[in-house]
């Protein structure tokens, strides 16, 4: 099955605590993105990806950090989170073509509470 | 600077009745457009997108969605809402020539019995 996966799904941490939150696709994806959901303010764009090794900003980069060493995968590292890191966390994936890029596959989201 | 906006933050209609959901973007050029539903506690998944050709497009769960151009809108419609509709949605616009797909701040719906 066509999938993006994100582990953990769940998770709560304290201030400074360094965390990874993994994400995995197996449909050959060049374009990896992450964002975080919070109330009222939609989906903003962390990092995105658009090939391995390829990484850059997107509209809310501070505080985190990621890393694309092979094409299926995407890690979200948080070296030192703050509370005002809280929030819901979306992995997704992309083909890529010539003119922009395809629909973006979302995964299931990862909920961090950062106390 | 280029932005999404959904102006209905919340939308309550009643089970059988008609929904429309509005989506307004700015952009010097048409981008490509998409909707989005996220159930509860769910991830997101694509309801219709639009990329060129006839403005108005179908997607699942007999939602549609029609391009207007002069009024830089992509609103989405469905003619029957069924209980299972109650969602948040998600308008995306992806300019042709960027990288970042950006979201409007949702529309959340609920579905009166």
């Known amino acids: 099955e066509a999938q993006v996966t994100q582990n953990p799904r769940y998770l709560i941490t304290v201030t400074g605590k360094k965390l990874t939150v993994t994400c995995s696709q197996n449909m050959n994806h060049e374009y990896m993105s992450w964002y975080r959901q919070d109330p009222g303010l939609g989906l903003r764009q962390i990092y995105y990806?658009?090939?391995?090794?390829?990484?850059d900003k997107g509209d809310v980069p501070e505080g985190y950090k990621v890393s694309r060493k092979e094409k299926r995968n995407f890690p979200l590292i948080l070296e030192s989170p703050s509370p005002n890191q809280t929030s819901l966390y979306f992995c997704?994936?992309?083909?890529?073509?010539?003119?922009?890029?395809?629909?973006?596959?979302f995964g299931p989201g990862t909920r961090l509470t950062v106390l | 600077a280029q932005s999404v906006t959904q102006p209905d933050i919340h939308i309550t209609v009643s089970e059988g009745a008609s929904l429309e959901l509005r989506c307004n973007y700015s952009?010097?050029?048409?981008?490509?457009l998409f909707w989005y539903v996220q159930s509860p506690g769910q991830g997101l998944q694509l309801l219709l997108k639009?990329?060129?050709?006839?403005?108005l497009v179908q997607g699942i769960k007999g939602f549609e969605a029609e391009f207007k151009r002069s009024q830089s809108s992509f609103n989405l419609r469905k003619p029957s809402v069924h209980w299972s509709d109650a969602a948040e949605y998600f308008c995306?616009?992806?300019?042709?020539?960027?990288?970042?797909?950006?979201f409007g701040s949702g529309t959340q719906l609920t579905v009166l019995p």
């Open positions: 952009y010097g050029a048409t981008p490509y």
């Open positions: 639009y990329f060129s050709g006839d403005t």
């Open positions: 997704a994936s992309s083909t890529k073509q010539a003119q922009g890029f395809n629909e973006q596959f």
């Open positions: 995306a616009v992806l300019p042709g020539s960027a990288r970042q797909l950006t």
């Open positions: 990806s658009m090939n391995v090794e390829v990484t």
